[in-house]
């Protein structure tokens, strides 16, 4: 700066009490690992060797060290009360109340951890006072202060941040000399800690991590950056900070800083993108700085191709290790322009579209905030997704963007009109697969509706425009009364459920239960849901298009609502075809790939079985009399039923020339579904996802078994639950319903467990994979219906 230096007045935390909250990504990686590691400590319990082991090495301290690991203990408890103590005195009750809450909390996950490895309930004012009642797993007196030590922490500067730290890590290690708990149990306690206090940020929100606009000034002042009047403008996608100000000639200024959480936030962005998108989104690089250069590297090259842009003025970073790029311009976005966005500028957008697409960059976020106009041109802003390596893909999703972008400023004709001028009739024709919500980023996605813009209604409005046809779209059960249909589905749904409950022998059930294994019970029932995953698995392997994940994986969860009211090939099947329909596919390839994903499932079981009931050692013993002739006559009905309708069809010739006529028109569409599969990937995704589905069903049964008392080899498994899901297919019961009971009940009990056992067995495990998805596959229904997937 011209001025004198900034000089930052002392201070205890690093945010003023009026900064804005929010949610950071950093807590969400503290969370789930925490989450995670902390429940394979409590399945794990009690101590096995190695803690054993760890325990004795402990206890081989000389006892002289005893008061020096007690004072490092207390050394903790003392922090955490200064620092609550500090939060009171410095008036920041909000952060105060955060640590309280997340001393109560903590309290109750750990009384919880203790009540599921002791078996009963402990003290709980024992427990929270470190009394001699106090249990040895979890270490709840570290747990506590860990906890407010964790919540108030990230508030302070830095140099209180890492002493906290510090004083956390070594009041760890004291703990571990003074035997309150055992070595696991500490260990759990510290996990505690890090849950307790990441989950009440994300509940509340917080503002660590955000830079004051003092901090920004003495980053700036740091890269000679002069500048004035610093206002804060936005928080970015991606967590960084946007700030506003002047330069001392009048210029505008555009600071983005990447703080201490930045990272994190787009490592969740770069993980939520792979896990929900099949394209994984913006590159992840390595560190804040490679992202300030990338974002600099790409609004030069973009300047160097004549397109309007903000000038780079300084790309680095700070001792306080802030990442900050510098950007000099003014921009006005298209979301502030209200009426003098003319037919020139919108072709303008397209032109600099061309421009930019011709440089081999892709933008990847085009919404009215980073359209502008820039210089009395139309321009881009925010290069911080782009990609200098785009696929056809990439580049269609831009041109998709745009139209819609323009569609919520001068209305669909007039934007769908510019979007043919600048692209060709058989431009446009080719990027109408794209004109879905699918390609949209969640700002444009809330501009459309802000903007009353039905995504689905302007693709077919630029069909028509273009003289392309558009896809009919199969009704799936009468969709069109759609709460009419959930409401029977919901019904139907219930009554399944009371029709299987009240032939349960509840009295059979708790005996089966007396002596149950309650960790791997909770282990099963988390392990029966994971199947849905390898499921979205098979189905990308399915369909030749790129389809993402997310909505795939959602699609799966509302197949499983649907199980409850139809047989569960037909539900599949129905639900797949007309998710594909949506995503852009056409009626002859949707009705392919859904056929292609349901029929591998059923082939993949066939094949498995006979392998195993071939080559394996089963040790399985049935006793199955010869089917009753109720049974025979009903499948000979069927099997006469068939054949006369295909009698039927071929000797009409209004149902014979409809056929064949069909078949000319889907035949090459058809062919090329079927060709995808001769892509490795494609194969390779769908052998995968139904191998380890069926693998996943057969070890959550197991884990279910082990619970109760048997071991039940991984073959006899297989044979066990895929010859019944074989069984359960052809018979038309919705979710084969009795069926599939029955059958599991004796495979087990052929396996070696007792009645009572594996009919308890059997009945926790359809509850997991069966009755329990729905609740959730309910409302992924509704949100693939809100989304537009279904």
């Given at each position: 700066?011209?001025?004198?230096?900034?000089?930052?007045?002392?201070?205890?935390?690093?945010?003023?009490?009026?900064?804005?909250?929010?949610?950071?990504?950093?807590?969400?990686?503290?969370?789930?690992?925490?989450?995670?590691?902390?429940?394979?400590?409590?399945?794990?319990?009690?101590?096995?060797?190695?803690?054993?082991?760890?325990?004795?090495?402990?206890?081989?301290?000389?006892?002289?060290?005893?008061?020096?690991?007690?004072?490092?203990?207390?050394?903790?408890?003392?922090?955490?009360?200064?620092?609550?103590?500090?939060?009171?005195?410095?008036?920041?009750?909000?952060?105060?109340?955060?640590?309280?809450?997340?001393?109560?909390?903590?309290?109750?996950?750990?009384?919880?951890?203790?009540?599921?490895?002791?078996?009963?309930?402990?003290?709980?004012?024992?427990?929270?006072?470190?009394?001699?009642?106090?249990?040895?797993?979890?270490?709840?007196?570290?747990?506590?202060?860990?906890?407010?030590?964790?919540?108030?922490?990230?508030?302070?500067?830095?140099?209180?941040?890492?002493?906290?730290?510090?004083?956390?890590?070594?009041?760890?290690?004291?703990?571990?000399?003074?035997?309150?708990?055992?070595?696991?149990?500490?260990?759990?306690?510290?996990?505690?800690?890090?849950?307790?206090?990441?989950?009440?940020?994300?509940?509340?929100?917080?503002?660590?991590?955000?830079?004051?606009?003092?901090?920004?000034?003495?980053?700036?002042?740091?890269?000679?950056?002069?500048?004035?009047?610093?206002?804060?403008?936005?928080?970015?996608?991606a967590g960084v900070v946007v700030v506003r100000g002047r330069r001392p000639d009048g210029r505008g200024l555009l600071v983005k800083v990447y703080g201490r959480d930045a990272y994190d936030n787009q490592l969740v962005e770069k993980f939520w993108h792979t896990l929900w998108y099949r394209d994984p989104g913006p590159g992840l690089r390595l560190s804040r700085r490679q992202a300030v250069e990338h974002e600099a590297l790409v609004t030069l090259l973009a300047a160097g191709a004549a397109i309007e842009t903000l000038d780079v003025v300084r790309a680095g970073t700070t001792t306080g290790d802030d990442a900050l790029l510098v950007l000099s311009g003014e921009a006005r976005p298209l979301a502030d322009i209200e009426h003098d966005l003319d037919d020139a500028r919108v072709a303008g957008a397209w032109r600099a579209l061309a421009r930019l697409h011709d440089a081999n960059i892709a933008h990847r976020r085009l919404d009215t905030s980073t359209i502008a106009m820039i210089g009395g041109e139309v321009g881009f802003l925010d290069y911080g997704g782009a990609t200098t390596t785009p696929t056809d893909a990439h580049l269609q999703t831009d041109r998709a963007q745009l139209v819609v972008a323009t569609a919520t400023r001068v209305g669909t004709e007039r934007a769908l009109e510019a979007a043919v001028a600048a692209l060709g009739r058989d431009g446009v024709a080719s990027l109408l697969p794209y004109l879905q919500l699918a390609a949209l980023e969640d700002r444009l996605r809330q501009e459309t509706r802000a903007a009353g813009i039905d995504v689905d209604a302007l693709r077919e409005q630029a069909a028509v425009l273009v003289g392309e046809e558009e896809p009919a779209v199969v009704q799936l059960r009468r969709v069109t009364w759609r709460s009419l249909l959930e409401t029977g589905l919901l019904l139907l749904a219930a009554l399944a459920i009371l029709s299987f409950g009240t032939g349960i022998d509840y009295e059979q059930f708790r005996t089966g239960l007396q002596n149950a294994s309650w960790a791997w019970i909770a282990a099963g029932f988390v392990v029966a849901q994971a199947p849905r995953l390898t499921q979205s698995v098979a189905t990308l392997g399915s369909v030749a298009a790129d389809l993402r994940f997310g909505p795939v994986y959602a699609m799966q969860l509302a197949s499983g609502y649907m199980n409850l009211a139809l047989p569960s090939g037909v539900a599949r099947l129905a639900v797949t075809i007309r998710f594909f329909q949506r995503q852009g596919i056409t009626a002859a390839a949707a009705v392919t790939s859904g056929a292609i994903?349901?029929?591998?499932?059923?082939?993949?079981?066939?094949?498995?079985?006979?392998?195993?009931?071939?080559?394996?050692?089963?040790?399985?013993?049935?006793?199955?009399?010869?089917?009753?002739?109720?049974?025979?006559?009903?499948?000979?009905?069927?099997?006469?039923?068939?054949?006369?309708?295909?009698?039927?069809?071929?000797?009409?010739?209004?149902?014979?020339?409809?056929?064949?006529?069909?078949?000319?028109?889907?035949?090459?569409?058809?062919?090329?579904?079927?060709?995808?599969?001769?892509?490795?990937?494609?194969?390779?995704?769908?052998?995968?996802?139904?191998?380890?589905?069926?693998?996943?069903?057969?070890?959550?049964?197991?884990?279910?078994?082990?619970?109760?008392?048997?071991?039940?080899?991984?073959?006899?498994?297989?044979?066990?639950?895929?010859g019944v899901s074989l069984l359960s297919t052809f018979i038309p019961v919705p979710g084969g319903i009795g069926v599939t009971e029955l059958g599991l009940t004796v495979g087990l009990v052929a396996a070696g467990m007792s009645e009572e056992s594996a009919l308890a067995a059997v009945l926790l495990y359809r509850v997991a994979v069966f009755y329990l998805p729905p609740a959730w596959g309910f409302f992924a229904l509704r949100w693939l219906q809100r989304k537009r997937y279904l």
């Open positions: 700066m011209t001025g004198p230096r900034i000089v930052r007045s002392w201070r205890v935390f690093s945010s003023s009490p009026d900064d804005e909250r929010f949610r950071r990504a950093t807590d969400i990686l503290l969370l789930v690992p925490a989450f995670v590691g902390l429940a394979i400590l409590v399945a794990a319990y009690p101590p096995g060797r190695f803690e054993r082991a760890v325990g004795a090495l402990l206890r081989a301290i000389p006892g002289w060290l005893d008061p020096a690991g007690a004072f490092l203990y207390d050394l903790l408890v003392a922090t955490a009360i200064a620092l609550a103590v500090t939060a009171l005195v410095a008036r920041r009750f909000l952060i105060l109340l955060q640590a309280l809450a997340s001393v109560l909390l903590a309290l109750l996950v750990a009384v919880i951890a203790a009540r599921i490895v002791l078996g009963h309930w402990p003290d709980v004012a024992d427990a929270a006072w470190g009394g001699p009642g106090s249990p040895r797993f979890p270490g709840i007196r570290l747990a506590e202060s860990a906890a407010v030590v964790l919540a108030i922490s990230p508030h302070l500067i830095q140099p209180l941040q890492r002493a906290s730290r510090w004083v956390l890590a070594v009041g760890f290690v004291g703990a571990l000399t003074v035997e309150v708990a055992t070595p696991s149990g500490y260990v759990a306690g510290l996990l505690i800690a890090v849950v307790a206090a990441a989950g009440v940020r994300l509940v509340f929100g917080t503002s660590a991590g955000l830079p004051g606009l003092d901090d920004v000034a003495a980053s700036l002042d740091e890269l000679r950056v002069p500048v004035e009047h610093l206002e804060l403008a936005d928080r970015d996608r994903d349901s029929l591998a499932s059923t082939v993949v079981q066939a094949i498995i079985l006979a392998l195993l009931l071939v080559f394996s050692e089963s040790t399985l013993s049935f006793s199955v009399g010869a089917p009753s002739t109720q049974v025979v006559v009903l499948i000979a009905v069927v099997v006469a039923l068939l054949v006369l309708a295909l009698v039927v069809a071929a000797l009409i010739r209004r149902t014979r020339e409809l056929v064949t006529t069909r078949l000319r028109q889907w035949w090459p569409e058809v062919r090329a579904a079927l060709g995808a599969l001769r892509s490795s990937d494609k194969l390779a995704l769908l052998l995968f996802g139904t191998v380890a589905t069926e693998v996943l069903f057969a070890f959550a049964l197991g884990m279910f078994a082990f619970g109760l008392g048997t071991r039940v080899s991984l073959t006899d498994l297989l044979v066990i639950n895929i």
